[in-house]
């Protein structure tokens, strides 16, 4: 596995080869129709991201093609995502204003840092760091972005500007603005979302009832959202509700994506080096999610360190083109799938499809009201907003709970990099926190078998002078003094105990602090003239051991069983007592 | 427990109410033996500090008593120590520069800033929070401040002044003085170097060679330093050797402890949190771990919640006399126990005899060579310094010995903050790292019995179409998308695979990442037309999991064990097969 081959780094070797006619027709329709589904969305996130809305559509085209030569899903679907384009804003805010030049160059370098990181950290096989991200982090991290998300695009519908990247920020902003709220604008928004909302929901049952087939529903449902987009344009056009105060998206150059290049000021690099790291891992942690699911209704395989190198590219794609930083999107890729997507080459063709829309088709979109992109952000992102992870992990574990808790309220109060900084912190700290409270259990033998059990569960024997304890957790620094501190205090306080016998069944590893507190452990209750022995040792665990010198300075004896242990050290298991067999 | 007690809080109250006369008389001679002992290791200490040569006796007068009301060691001595002392002159040397009032101010504060948090520790019960300094960071720092300090002390013996707070500074500094050395000053340091060396290795064979009994010579090597101190000190002044050149201690003040107040200017404190956090968390451990061996040794029991407490209240009795941050000692510890203290009362008894000391004996170490009080510190700390833990690191696991040696490199290096910092980083990085790839055997029936073994190192059944699985590792956010990762890879290269057997043994806690998960695996494998199986889930686990959806989605069963797995979902236990007993 380790060998170099050019096709583990080029996948597109590997399904390119056997690509048939089939494949093409395929992939061509399932360009077509997630090409009309991504015009709006990628016009929206570049309104969310505060950039432009060409650049909506030039980080569509660029990366998906680089994802398609180098990724390794056959079905995800590459470019501008809610989140991701929330983070970007949050990011570029604080280094630039909105409009100005210095906030394109941000947003294109953003791009190129996340793209570096990525291919780096695939190249290095990193892909692991994202194992940081736990999922209740994720969860309430991407529940909290749904929230902020929707408040911020409530400006729009209202036609102020929502202010901030926290919620008490943004709602601040819209109550002081609530006197300036523009009627016509409202309407439309008003209008849209509902009309959203109900193709979402009761389009498609309608459309059945009718006596539609399933698969000609579907499409209409599909195409709702784009149907809505341009009646509302034309209204807005026919009436001229332009004059009238409607903001509109206005003179979109009609152009292939332009060359560009990241900034290299070391200042700017800098200051956006973490959120390009964090950036990187919610993208990645996302899209190796969707793409794994997918890939699992195939039977497929994904690569996570691959994959890593496929949306580095892709970023590195986007910011030589005038893009932001993306990444696999949930929504399109199923969309993607669903329409028959055989391979990347779908993707490639729903570039063909951008790109003609990008040259062709941006004067139509002249007189598309903002508030119409608000309301589809709107609807999109509230199907990302699921509070009731608090309730299940409240019920699951209150460790979880708290990681969700904190993740949302952090991300809410104080913006999203600080929500997903404290929520990694927190799971980290959370877990190695219980880890440090091990579960040990004082056992003794079940009469009749040689099971040994819980003494405060279960009815067992037990030798007043030997104390049998199992640790139920793997000995590591964390819990290493934890360990110390109770069989010291356990052996003080009971006098009779002259051995003590470790049972490690459930200890998968020791390391170097927990060997040096095994150490303490011998010598102390050395010292207070109590032998101490180990049981059922696991194999690796018992060769690491070997290699040290506790072994040598052990007071008592290491047992296969515990069975073994008692059997030698009580008379509890004596031969004359009936025995039963297991 | 958790009832409110007052000697719960006030451990005196305990061994107070039983003391006797043979205790006191106990007591008094352990106390004339450490007060002999402490006199010039306190002066060296706050020289090592960077701080006047009173400051140590002040720093050995009330944090004693205070540790003997609050504290639950019999024999633990507290007051300045090497690291700590090495540790307050990095800190407060960033802020103030030595020989200033202010850096007297700034140590003053360090003191009482390190005695809240340790006090705030004690009282919330965090001391699980010392159990991120691992053995190997810890063992490699102490080595690595042994490194630094005896370097610093290089400069006195030489007559010049070693600058700097890292290795590389110190030695660039004294190869940049090496013209200026001065002769005289040279050749009272070597002397006292090569004889307190003597005394520690050669004296006391000598003595018992000479037909002293024991306890004797046991005596006079303890009192060697002191009798070299007062030599040299009588040789300088007899010989006027400080118009020579060579510095003395001076004038010391005849005094009390005086009543001082630390600053609460927020900007001194602020730059001083980090280093009070370091210093209380180091100081906790190394005194915490003197104070356990100790208290093994005659069956006592510390309380390490209470330890903090007691530290914390000796570091601000410290603060409010004039002295600098303090904690238990090992050597001096080992010397009282040894010299049979038996109750915290010798502390009390140590502290009054220092009180004599600085009223009455201060204008006898007038002339006492600051080139001795160097030799005395450098022969301590050579016994701290320890590279073979390299060595035993690297032979017990890569990981451990990357957790020394980078605490060293960094801690010789950059310092003792950064040192310690990146020790803790690193070794919770590298524990995450090692958990967040688990140890997964693919198990088989070892024929004749019901035991399941790896199938690379043993002869057992499989049947190609249950793949059964053994994780060696608590399932949690680290290695949750390993496990994603690994089944789902292991199913899709192997066709013939309609069910899954996770064998849970060696899991002891599932968290909500790994709970998502294993729902998203048993989502998947479905997709596959795979089903998903547990066997052998630990109670605790069993009863978590029952809590949420999960059992109620799983497409397969949970077996009570891998037997009964593999009896009804294969024909390996076919009865009609020869079965032999376990």
């Not at 190796?288 to 996570?304: C, D, E, G, H, M």
């Not at 991300?411 to 404290?422: D, R, Y």
């Not at 980290?428 to 003794?444: C, I, N």
Request: glycine share 8%; proline share 5%; hydrophobic share 55%.
């Amino acid at each position: 596995m380790t060998r170099f081959s050019l096709a583990r780094y080029l996948p597109i070797l590997d399904w390119g080869r056997s690509y048939g006619r089939a494949d093409l027709s395929n992939d061509m329709v399932a360009a077509v129709i997630v090409t009309i589904m991504l015009i709006p969305q990628s016009l929206a996130y570049a309104l969310l991201a505060g950039l432009p809305p060409e650049m909506g559509i030039y980080a569509s085209i660029m990366p998906i093609i680089l994802y398609a030569i180098f990724g390794t899903s056959r079905a995800l679907a590459v470019g501008p995502v809610a989140v991701v384009s929330l983070m970007t804003a949050a990011a570029v805010g604080q280094v630039a204003a909105s409009g100005t030049a210095g906030y394109i160059t941000a947003a294109i370098t953003l791009a190129g840092l996340s793209g570096a990181m990525l291919l780096l950290m695939g190249v290095l096989r990193l892909g692991f760091l994202a194992n940081f991200l736990s999922h209740p982090v994720i969860a309430g991290f991407i529940t909290a972005s749904g929230i902020l998300i929707a408040t911020s695009q409530l400006g729009h519908i209202f036609g102020v500007r929502a202010e901030g990247h926290t919620l008490p920020e943004m709602l601040w902003s819209l109550g002081a603005q609530i006197g300036q709220v523009k009627p016509v604008t409202l309407a439309i928004g008003v209008a849209a979302t509902v009309f959203l909302f109900w193709v979402r929901r009761g389009l498609k049952p309608l459309l059945l009832g009718l006596g539609l087939p399933l698969r000609i529903a579907d499409v209409i449902t599909k195409a709702g959202p784009v149907f809505a987009v341009a009646a509302i344009t034309a209204v807005v056009w026919g009436f001229d509700l332009a004059a009238a105060g409607v903001a509109i998206v206005g003179v979109v150059p009609q152009s292939l994506p332009p060359l560009t290049l990241p900034s290299f000021d070391p200042a700017l690099v800098q200051s956006l080096l973490l959120p390009a790291l964090l950036i990187s891992v919610v993208g990645f942690v996302e899209s190796v999610s969707v793409a794994q699911t997918l890939a699992a209704k195939k039977r497929q395989r994904i690569r996570p360190d691959q994959e890593l190198i496929g949306l580095g590219a892709a970023n590195i794609g986007a910011s030589l083109t005038g893009g932001f930083p993306v990444t696999g999107g949930f929504a399109r890729s199923v969309v993607n799938f669903d329409a028959g997507a055989a391979t990347p080459a779908a993707g490639a063709f729903t570039a063909v499809g951008l790109a003609i829309a990008a040259v062709a088709l941006t004067p139509l979109i002249h007189f598309l009201p903002k508030a119409t992109l608000a309301a589809t952000i709107i609807v999109a992102v509230l199907s990302l907003v699921d509070l009731g992870i608090l309730k299940r992990a409240w019920t699951y574990s209150q460790a979880d709970f708290w990681a969700v808790a904190v993740t949302i309220g952090v991300t809410l109060g104080l913006g999203v990099e600080a929500g997903v900084s404290s929520g990694v912190a927190l799971s980290v700290l959370l877990h190695l926190w219980k880890t440090s409270r091990p579960h040990v259990a004082e056992v003794g033998l079940v009469p009749g078998t040689q099971h040994f059990r819980n003494i405060n569960r279960h009815a067992v024997l037990t030798d007043p002078a030997v104390l049998s304890l199992r640790v139920d957790e793997s000995l590591y620094f964390a819990n290493a003094r934890f360990l110390e501190d109770y069989i010291h205090d356990r052996v003080v306080a009971d006098c009779p105990v002259r051995d003590v016998v470790l049972m490690c069944s459930a200890i998968n590893a020791i390391d170097m602090s927990a060997l040096e507190s095994l150490e303490a452990i011998n010598a102390r209750l050395g010292a207070m003239g109590v032998r101490l022995h180990l049981s059922e040792v696991k194999g690796p665990v018992m060769d690491r051991l070997k290699r040290s010198h506790f072994l040598d300075a052990l007071s008592g004896q290491v047992f296969l069983s515990q069975y073994d242990a008692i059997r030698a050290l009580t008379a509890l298991a004596d031969d004359s007592l009936p025995q039963a067999e297991e």
